[in-house]
């Protein structure tokens, strides 16, 4: 082999060097203090952009603006060989463009370092880009008290969240940061789908939607409409899901109250008839289904006539929600007070056999016989009720109201307070 090298060598350093100059990044090589010894033909050209100096014979020269400290950095690299910079960003301008290269600079061995040069100028804009439409997009809701937004993990647990999740609920940063999502739902909510039901979902058709309850900080509660986003990636993988929430809780509050209204007699506080009716139907299909017995009392406040006529409707209205009062506190929760019209009253008694509800309805009996309401001038008026008891026996509630009318009429006819069982 002669000094000048072998006819393969010769070919392939031909073919090493034809190589780097079609490179489409930019590659050069230098010496320790500096010297460029090779560059290809994009590295020139993307280092005269940022060549305050005008030469291209020393690479320190060429990136003094750019990369003063490049110098001790090569200087200060201990090992033999290695990355020295790895993708460091340099931006200059030209007129009014910004030129931003990337810079990766290795050690070959001990006096020769390899430079490869990028120009990022595109994957910069796009990131900026990027970075200032999430500024903008998490600024709108910094400022808003209705919603929450922040990220979770393909698991649910919480990654970035901003300001609106304080004011939304209370939450601080440390409360919030690698916890599950679920800590915004309250312990005792078991009508919620599961969280992971909703990230199953989100992830099939790209997003889902619920509504309920939502605990806050304090441990009060706020109603709320949670969207729930996925996040893919290019190759469609699911990274992280984005949550919008929304507090509905005003909306909440009028849609009950205006669905009370619908549904309860304003006076008293009871059932309205036509929720009575319905409760009947509920009654008779849970019987259906799986045998659930129930009962109802047909209640009526004996000489009311009188009472209205004798101290005024304002008297009567306040003995009939006295009635309705101890019904109440008589009566098991799950008792419903139905005002069925006039000084009427139905009472729908759940799970409940014969014995259990004559002794519901002669304890409400026993308890309105020693009440007096507080009439005109100081006047203590006394009050009996007459109660009739029915069970079902068909699947008609006609039937059955009309077999407690009659227990009620029976009860009336024979002296009033008293109770009195369907036949």
């Given at each position: 082999?002669?000094?000048?090298?072998?006819?393969?060598?010769?070919?392939?350093?031909?073919?090493?060097?034809?190589?780097?100059?079609?490179?489409?990044?930019?590659?050069?090589?230098?010496?320790?203090?500096?010297?460029?010894?090779?560059?290809?033909?994009?590295?020139?050209?993307?280092?005269?952009?940022?060549?305050?100096?005008?030469?291209?014979?020393?690479?320190?020269?060429?990136?003094?603006?750019?990369?003063?400290?490049?110098?001790?950095?090569?200087?200060?690299?201990?090992?033999?060989?290695?990355?020295?910079?790895?993708?460091?960003?340099?931006?200059?301008?030209?007129?009014?463009?910004?030129?931003?290269?990337?810079?990766?600079?290795?050690?070959?061995?001990?006096?020769?370092?390899?430079?490869?040069?990028?120009?990022?100028?595109?994957?910069?804009?796009?990131?900026?880009?990027?970075?200032?439409?999430?500024?903008?997009?998490?600024?709108?809701?910094?400022?808003?008290?209705?919603?929450?937004?922040?990220?979770?993990?393909?698991?649910?647990?919480?990654?970035?969240?901003?300001?609106?999740?304080?004011?939304?609920?209370?939450?601080?940063?440390?409360?919030?940061?690698?916890?599950?999502?679920?800590?915004?739902?309250?312990?005792?909510?078991?009508?919620?789908?599961?969280?992971?039901?909703?990230?199953?979902?989100?992830?099939?058709?790209?997003?889902?939607?619920?509504?309920?309850?939502?605990?806050?900080?304090?441990?009060?509660?706020?109603?709320?409409?949670?969207?729930?986003?996925a996040l893919p990636d290019e190759s469609g993988t699911v990274r992280r899901f984005v949550v919008v929430s929304r507090d509905l809780t005003e909306r909440k509050?009028?849609?009950?109250?205006?669905?009370?209204?619908?549904?309860?007699?304003?006076?008293?506080?009871?059932?309205?008839?036509?929720?009575?009716?319905?409760?009947?139907?509920?009654?008779?299909?849970?019987?259906?289904?799986?045998?659930?017995?129930?009962?109802?009392?047909?209640?009526?406040?004996?000489?009311?006539?009188?009472?209205?006529?004798?101290?005024?409707?304002?008297?009567?209205?306040?003995?009939?929600?006295?009635?309705?009062?101890?019904?109440?506190?008589?009566?098991?929760?799950?008792?419903?007070?139905?005002?069925?019209?006039?000084?009427?009253?139905?009472?729908?008694?759940?799970?409940?056999?014969?014995?259990?509800?004559?002794?519901?309805?002669?304890?409400?009996?026993?308890?309105?016989?020693?009440?007096?309401?507080?009439?005109?001038?100081?006047?203590?008026?006394?009050?009996?009720?007459?109660?009739?008891?029915?069970?079902?026996?068909?699947?008609?509630?006609?039937?059955?109201?009309?077999?407690?009318?009659?227990?009620?009429?029976?009860?009336?006819?024979?002296?009033?307070?008293?109770?009195?069982?369907?036949?």
């Amino acid at each position: 082999m002669t000094g000048n090298g072998s006819p393969l060598e010769q070919t392939s350093m031909e073919d090493l060097l034809q190589f780097l100059y079609l490179m489409p990044v930019g590659v050069l090589k230098f010496r320790t203090e500096g010297t460029v010894e090779m560059i290809n033909p994009v590295a020139a050209a993307l280092l005269m952009s940022l060549n305050s100096a005008d030469t291209l014979q020393n690479i320190y020269l060429s990136l003094a603006s750019s990369a003063p400290d490049l110098p001790n950095q090569v200087a200060q690299f201990s090992g033999n060989s290695g990355t020295i910079i790895e993708h460091r960003w340099l931006r200059t301008h030209i007129g009014s463009q910004t030129l931003v290269l990337s810079l990766t600079v290795n050690r070959i061995r001990d006096d020769v370092h390899m430079a490869v040069v990028t120009d990022v100028t595109r994957l910069a804009n796009q990131e900026e880009a990027l970075y200032s439409d999430r500024q903008k997009f998490f600024a709108i809701f910094d400022h808003v008290r209705d919603y929450a937004i922040y990220t979770i993990s393909p698991d649910g647990d919480i990654e970035e969240w901003n300001q609106s999740l304080r004011r939304f609920g209370g939450w601080l940063d440390s409360d919030v940061q690698h916890r599950s999502m679920s800590i915004f739902s309250p312990s005792d909510d078991t009508d919620r789908h599961s969280l992971a039901l909703l990230l199953a979902e989100a992830r099939r058709i790209g997003s889902t939607e619920t509504e309920g309850w939502l605990l806050k900080r304090d441990g009060s509660y706020l109603w709320a409409n949670t969207v729930i986003t996925a996040l893919p990636d290019e190759s469609g993988t699911v990274r992280r899901f984005v949550v919008v929430s929304r507090d509905l809780t005003e909306r909440k509050l009028r849609e009950d109250e205006i669905r009370r209204l619908a549904t309860v007699d304003p006076l008293t506080g009871a059932y309205n008839r036509r929720k009575g009716d319905e409760l009947l139907a509920v009654r008779f299909k849970q019987r259906k289904r799986d045998g659930r017995q129930f009962a109802v009392l047909m209640l009526d406040i004996d000489h009311f006539k009188n009472v209205n006529d004798d101290f005024g409707h304002a008297t009567g209205d306040a003995v009939l929600c006295a009635v309705v009062q101890i019904c109440r506190t008589s009566l098991r929760p799950v008792d419903m007070v139905v005002r069925w019209g006039g000084e009427e009253f139905l009472i729908v008694l759940p799970n409940t056999n014969a014995a259990e509800a004559m002794a519901a309805a002669e304890r409400l009996r026993s308890v309105v016989a020693v009440t007096e309401v507080a009439g005109p001038e100081g006047t203590a008026i006394p009050v009996t009720i007459s109660v009739g008891v029915a069970l079902p026996e068909g699947d008609s509630a006609e039937e059955l109201l009309s077999r407690s009318d009659a227990a009620l009429y029976a009860a009336k006819t024979t002296g009033r307070n008293r109770v009195m069982m369907a036949t």
